[in-house]
């Protein structure tokens, strides 16, 4: 899997999450249910940690290739993954940190 997905893809999953959920918030008050905000939750998640997971994979990888005269090249496919599961892993944190006022929270408070 490529780098890029953690890259791009979740932070923007976890900018989706924030709209998504907050344009679900007056139906879930409406219906008096918070199932939605919390599946949608659960798959902003699950997505940021699979993009993450293929970024560490690379990582790791990339890893186990480099040895003591590392070519350049290999130096910043190390670097550009590490960036990559790091970007994936604090995305993954926002999305957590999104959801936990779901559960502490109710959707009808003025």
Do not use: K
């Not at 918070?34 to 659960?42: A, C, D, E, K, P």
Request: net charge neutral.
């Amino acid at each position: 899997m490529p780098n890029w997905p953690a890259l791009l893809l979740s932070p923007s999953i976890a900018l989706g999450n924030a709209a998504v959920a907050y344009a679900l918030v007056t139906p879930s008050c409406a219906q008096q249910d918070v199932t939605t905000l919390h599946l949608v939750s659960i798959a902003s998640l699950l997505a940021c940690l699979m993009v993450t997971f293929g970024a560490y994979l690379n990582w790791q990888r990339a890893r186990t290739l480099a040895g003591p005269q590392e070519a350049p090249e290999q130096a910043r496919r190390r670097f550009l993954s590490q960036v990559a599961t790091l970007c994936g892993l604090l995305s993954t944190l926002v999305v957590l940190a999104e959801w936990l006022p779901v559960f502490m929270v109710s959707p009808c408070i003025a």
